[in-house]
Nanobody, 124 residues
Framework: QVQLVESGGGLVQTGDSLRLSCAAS????????MGWFRQAPGKEREFVAA????????NYADSVKGRFTISRDNAKNTVYLQMNSLKPEDTAVYYC?????????????????WGQGTQVTVSS
């Protein structure tokens, strides 16, 4: 099994930045793709960004392209999401996800492990 723990969420104002972290533990050798998803109240969970094990392949939702950057440090078993120019519509619970497959999928069902989520609130 793999355990994922997110941190770094909080309350910020429009235009501010935040960096989310997700630390993996357990059978981390089985993890390839890692990603971030978010879920706002009353909405379905949506894809934000994902990264391959080597970091050479990334994918972003159109809504965050140019503002968010995903990265990972395999030595620390940690994936990061740098969020800049935050907007009120970015408000959501952000979830870290990990997958055994090597393809950078955008579909939540393709991921095998999930963190508990961290709240990000952007005030206008």
């Amino acid at each position: 099994q793999v355990q994922l723990v997110e941190s770094g969420g909080g309350l910020v104002q429009t235009g501010d930045s935040l960096r989310l972290s997700c630390a993996a533990s357990g059978r981390t050798f089985s993890i390839n793709t890692m990603g971030w998803f978010r879920q706002a109240p009353g909405k379905e969970r949506e894809f934000v960004a994902a990264i391959s094990r080597s970091g050479s392949s990334t994918n972003y939702a159109d809504s965050v392209k140019g503002r968010f950057t995903i990265s990972r440090d395999n030595a620390k078993n940690t994936v990061y999401l740098q969020m800049n120019s935050l907007k009120p519509e970015d408000t959501a619970v952000y979830y870290c996800a990990a997958a055994r497959h090597t393809i950078v999928f955008v579909t939540p069902s393709r991921y095998d492990y999930w963190g508990q989520g961290t709240q990000v609130t952007v005030s206008s």
